[in-house]
């Protein structure tokens, strides 16, 4: 029995011309599992929003349980029945205490206190938070914060919980417990809305749904959807293990993991798969581009708050290679790219900054981190300028360009991001897509014509092709000295939760609270040197590796296996 | 840390969690003695009352076991404003000013009158901001915005809203660091591009010219932020119809014995000297 059901559901939001959403008809069941992927801006986020009346749908397109949340009865009714979580884990809390934020939708609802203290209780027993109950949901990370704000949605005794990429902003140990609580929802009969851009996170789902533009281009089950052909053109990919099995010249399998599938290849395949060497670039040998040198840092130092955020670190960053920063949220991964770019100074230690001691009396920091700028998370937050042009140009001015240099500097600048100067110069920012977006805040800082990059968290919070298109981006930039500019190195260091992505760096350093515990080319780091104890997912391939060469003993196979990363992974992008 | 450093990592209030007979009062309690002293502070004449309730503050932070010197310390920003105030006070004569000169300095003297204005002066003020120091120090972030529902609680019999207000004032609280915090990223992506930002730009003129252009981009952040909020406020049925409360601040007895207290005593330090006087 549908318990949402959307009836050729339009909108068009106010003062736009494109409808957001045409024509989508849907039915979701009790109990049912259902994904929702596609590009960013294709109407996931709206389709959501349009369900529990925080968008205005065309009177009779919605209904849940009976309920049309065009009208305000219908739309608190709606409510009671879907519980919305959301994106950023710390927009949305709205209490200073865990429990009385778990309380605040049965506040609203009215519900007596006696009856109000068990369910929130059993909330946060249910989402493992009930020893934080008194705390402030400001000291909690990331993913305990998401947590927290399932415990606020299941308190409310809903039939639905939709999330809304609710997992695109933790880290992997924050999703993994996401996504059981959504396997625990589903087993307890609530169903289950889930948008992502992650392919693995909605093959776990038992339907799946896809939009595009606004429309509804697929339904089904993930089986039929990643075995279709248009993948490509909805900018989506596969799964992991299901990219995985394909190159291994397996049937793929929904919802298979590496050790599963490492099994399989293992009994099934004949020969020994072939394993193709990853085209790691040798950084050039020079003077490093970035160097810490017992490097600490802390913040609020000297009051009762203080905050070790880098602890000691010594790092060599060799010119030319591109490192990334893994490790889990909280573990100082911003703070220590803001060390490398001079936005922060340390406050015992040396850092320098392509050769320059940042902390040095009569350096010039402005200089340093035009050569080595900072693209901070999420980037295009703070776009400022009114058109995409002077963004670029804000840069290159400061360093003092101006008439045909800059507008060349610009130029070149947007051509090589993918925003074709002569089509977006006048464009406004906030007309752009996300990936778009991402792509002008890159630019403004490529028009610097810098030496080094420092990104965080380049890739987060896009769909699967604009996240490839980026890091394609950053590759072709740091493998740009080979081709044209010789002499002319360049160094890229980038935070990421993706460990698939960090396993195509040439380097990869792991930290866990604020040291740096492991520092190598990804064979070493994912391969003998791992450690569960970082708390990070093991890249897809590695697990594979790993789980192919317990079932396997040949001696001609781990040779192979040994040397380095299959390359398929990176062949097929990140999934 | 240096560079750059914001107050995104900064707890707001001084509140420290303990178990004392002031903490124990309920916000309305705390409300009702934080107007009554500030009233009395500043509103009174009276140098008797105006000592009162400079020391009672004092005597309720043993009782809370706050530090004094903690109090006093929210007392140093003000001390250049309070020396400019005690030096118009010693420049101006009072008009009509027959009191003792205490000090004569050719054209300036320091009558007796003006030295007692001086010290009421100081006294308001160490009352006020040792009033409020404590007030911050036993109240949470939570319960200062309850104990405003709590205070309005009779009118919102008559529809006024006092539960907005009070999470109005809860939600501001919870804006601060998140200013600060997109303030920070703004300032950061623009001083990675060249902006002078802590790279050691002097002049008042530089520096508001670098800080100018972030009023845009930071005020467009904060409201798409209070959008996201109010989203998830509403997707949890905020405004659906008459709510309960899950924190209870009735109080006891002996609570109330202190609100009446705090609201008599309101009452006296102005009915008392006018008594006494007649």
Redesign the interface.
């Known amino acids: 029995m549908a318990i949402v059901s959307t009836d050729s559901l339009s909108y068009t939001y106010p003062g736009s011309l494109e409808p957001a959403l045409s024509g989508v008809s849907l039915e979701i069941d009790e109990g049912d599992y259902i994904a929702i992927v596609g590009a960013n801006g294709s109407g996931k986020s709206t389709f959501v929003?349009c369900l529990?009346g925080?968008l205005q749908p065309p009177a009779g397109a919605v209904s849940v349980a009976g309920a049309d949340p065009s009208t305000p009865d219908g739309r608190?009714a709606a409510?009671?029945v879907i519980?919305?979580v959301?994106q950023?884990p710390?927009?949305?809390?709205?209490?200073?205490?865990v429990?009385?934020d778990v309380?605040?939708?049965?506040?609203?609802?009215?519900?007596?206190?006696p009856a109000?203290?068990d369910r929130?209780e059993a909330a946060l027993v249910a989402v493992d938070l009930l020893e934080e109950r008194t705390r402030?949901p400001?000291f909690l990370s990331a993913g305990q914060q998401q947590r927290l704000?399932v415990a606020?949605?299941i308190a409310?005794r809903p039939r639905v919980v939709a999330f809304d990429e609710a997992t695109s902003m933790i880290d992997p140990m924050g999703r993994a417990a996401v996504l059981g609580l959504m396997d625990d929802l589903v087993a307890g009969g609530i169903a289950v809305i889930h948008v992502t851009h992650d392919m693995d996170e909605a093959a776990r789902a038992r339907r799946i749904a896809v939009l595009s533009e606004g429309h509804l281009v697929f339904l089904g089950s993930p089986a039929g959807l990643f075995a279709s052909d248009r993948l490509d053109a909805l900018r989506l990919a596969r799964p992991r293990s299901y990219s995985a099995a394909l190159a291994l010249g397996l049937k793929p399998v929904i919802g298979e993991d590496a050790a599963a599938l490492g099994h399989r290849a293992a009994a099934e395949l004949k020969s020994a798969p072939e394993f193709r060497q990853s085209p790691t670039s040798t950084p050039v040998d020079t003077a490093p581009a970035f160097s810490l040198k017992a490097a600490s840092?802390?913040?609020?130092?000297g009051t009762e708050?203080e905050?070790l955020?880098v602890d000691a670190v010594s790092l060599e960053v060799p010119a030319g290679s591109v490192v990334a920063l893994v490790g889990r949220t909280g573990s100082g991964k911003s703070s220590l790219l803001?060390l490398l770019?001079?936005?922060?100074?340390?406050?015992s230690g040396v850092a320098l900054s392509l050769g320059v001691d940042t902390?040095s009396r009569n350096v010039?920091?402005?200089a340093v981190?035009?050569r080595a700028?900072?693209?901070?998370?999420?980037?295009e937050?703070?776009?400022?300028e009114a058109y995409a042009g002077d963004e670029v140009a804000?840069?290159p001015r400061?360093?003092g360009l101006s008439g045909q240099t800059l507008v060349d500097r610009v130029r070149a600048a947007m051509d090589a991001a993918g925003l074709p100067f002569d089509e977006f110069r006048d464009r406004q920012p906030r007309t752009l897509s996300g990936g778009m977006k991402r792509r002008l805040?890159l630019a403004?800082?490529l028009s610097?014509d810098p030496d080094a990059l420092?990104l965080d968290e380049p890739g987060s919070a896009l769909d699967p092709a604009s996240r490839a298109e980026i890091l394609n981006l950053i590759h072709e930039y740091a493998g740009y000295c080979t081709v044209v500019a010789a002499g002319r190195v360049r160094t890229v260091v980038m935070s990421t939760h993706s460990m698939d992505e960090a396993a195509a760096a040439d380097l990869v350093a792991v930290m866990k609270a604020g040291a740096v515990v492991a520092f190598g080319p990804p064979a070493r780091v994912f391969g003998d040197n791992w450690d569960e104890s970082w708390g990070l997912d093991r890249p897809f391939a590695y697990q594979l590796q790993a789980a192919m060469s317990t079932a396997v003993h040949e001696a001609t196979f781990l040779s192979a296996a040994h040397s380095s990363a299959p390359a398929y992974v990176k062949a097929g992008g990140p999934a | 840390m240096k560079g750059l450093e914001f107050w995104k990592h900064v707890s707001i209030g001084r509140y420290v969690e303990a178990d004392t007979p002031v903490h124990r009062l309920t916000p309305a309690a705390k409300y009702l003695w934080l107007l009554a002293l500030m009233l009395s502070a500043s509103m009174s004449g009276s140098a008797l009352v105006i000592c009162i309730s400079a020391i009672l503050p004092l005597f309720f932070a043993r009782l809370a076991r706050v530090r004094i010197l903690f109090l006093l310390r929210g007392f140093l920003p003000v001390l250049p404003f309070m020396g400019l105030a005690a030096v118009f006070q010693v420049l101006f004569s009072w008009p009509a000013d027959r009191s003792t000169v205490l000090l004569d300095l050719g054209p300036v003297s320091l009558s007796a009158r003006e030295a007692v204005a001086v010290v009421l002066m100081a006294l308001r003020f160490v009352a006020i901001m040792s009033t409020i120091g404590l007030f911050t120090s036993v109240t949470s972030e939570g319960d200062t915005a309850r104990g405003v529902e709590d205070i309005f609680a009779p009118l919102a019999r008559v529809g006024f809203p006092a539960r907005g207000f009070a999470l109005m004032i809860a939600v501001a609280f919870r804006f601060i660091p998140i200013i600060a915090g997109e303030f920070e990223s703004v300032v950061k992506a623009q001083a990675a591009r060249g902006a002078d930002f802590g790279a050691g730009a002097r002049g008042p003129l530089r520096k508001a010219r670098a800080y100018l252009p972030l009023i845009v981009p930071v005020t467009i952040r904060a409201l798409e932020r209070a959008e996201a909020l109010a989203e998830a406020m509403e997707a949890r049925c905020y405004g659906a119809g008459p709510a309960t409360r899950y924190v209870d601040t009735t109080g006891g007895s002996a609570d109330m014995v202190v609100r009446v207290a705090a609201i008599l005593y309101a009452l006296g330090i102005f009915i008392v000297p006018v008594l006494l006087a007649s």
Not at chain 1, 103 to 113: M, Q, S, T, W
Not at chain 1, 297 to 301: D, E, F, G, K, Q
Not at chain 1, 373 to 379: D, G, H, I, K, S
Not at chain 1, 381 to 384: C, D, E, G, T
């Open positions: 929003r529990n925080l608190t409510r009671r519980s919305l959301f950023s710390p927009d949305q809390i709205v209490a200073s205490v429990e009385e309380a605040f939708g049965l506040e609203n609802l009215g519900v007596p206190r109000m203290r929130v402030s400001r704000a606020g949605a409310m840092m802390s913040y609020l130092a708050s905050r955020a803001q770019d001079g936005l922060a100074l340390p406050d902390a010039d920091l402005r981190r035009m700028p900072l693209a901070v998370q999420r980037p937050s703070a776009i400022f804000f840069g400061n360093q805040a403004s800082i610097l420092l």
